[in-house]
């Protein structure tokens, strides 16, 4: 399995404060998505980072892949209030799998 | 554009009762379909996914099965569902073939066994 954890699984921070995930993965892989889930919905695709990539941006996320750990980690600059939503790594190359997913809580 | 539906949006069943949730696909062909379930308090969980009509892969035994009948039609079933069956459902699609693939996701069935 490629299974792995997301961590904090919660995370709780005020409006225009900057909020850091992380994602870290046993076994090799190809790439590695993020998602994001409001309460109740089903998961948005947010940016994949592709294995022989280290950093990537799009808007105000920011995504880094560390291979040698294992790790990924997913930065949201400037939080909003809307930014409050669970967000889940999927770790592999075929088919995601995911894990538990961080809690974000973003107060006004 | 491509949207996918799920039904029924929430769904109390008693225990030992039989399950059908559906999901469709509109707007490509021959996508990959998945079934995830997430249980309070746990990630996704997959639980099957199809690479084309009639080809189902399961990747948790348990008393739950799926169907494929149709090219973007993908149903979940249960002859007996368990109070362990209880959860949110999500199904997703994926342009088909192999390598990475973007998932998107339906908007999810809440299911309550009581």
């Known amino acids: 399995s490629q299974q792995g954890e997301e961590d904090p699984q919660a995370l709780s921070i005020q409006e225009g404060e900057n909020a850091t995930m992380n994602c870290s993965y046993k076994t090799s892989i190809n790439n590695l998505q993020w998602y994001r889930q409001n309460s109740g919905r089903g998961l948005v695709h947010l940016i994949l980072i592709r294995s022989n990539e280290r950093e990537k941006h799009s808007g105000r996320l920011r995504v880094t892949l560390d291979t040698s750990k294992k790790s990924s980690s997913l930065l949201i600059t400037a939080s909003r209030a809307a930014d409050t939503a669970s967000y889940f790594c999927g770790r592999g190359s075929y088919i995601p799998t995911f894990g538990r997913g961080t809690s974000l809580i973003v107060h006004p | 554009s491509q949207t996918i539906h799920q039904w029924p949006a929430t769904l109390v069943q008693p225990v030992g009762s039989p399950l059908s949730l559906e999901c469709t696909v509109e707007g490509t062909s021959n996508p990959n379909l998945y079934w995830y379930r997430q249980a309070a308090g746990r990630g996704l969980q997959l639980l099957f996914y199809s690479v084309g009509i009639g080809q189902i892969s399961s990747e948790v035994p348990q008393n739950l099965s799926a169907s494929r009948p149709q090219d973007r039609q993908f149903i979940l079933s249960s002859k007996k569902l368990l109070l362990s069956d209880s959860g949110f459902y999500l199904c997703?699609?994926?342009?088909?073939?192999?390598?990475?693939?973007?998932?998107?996701f339906g908007p999810g069935t809440r299911l309550t066994v009581t």
């Open positions: 997703a699609w994926s342009v088909s073939g192999t390598g990475t693939r973007e998932q998107y």
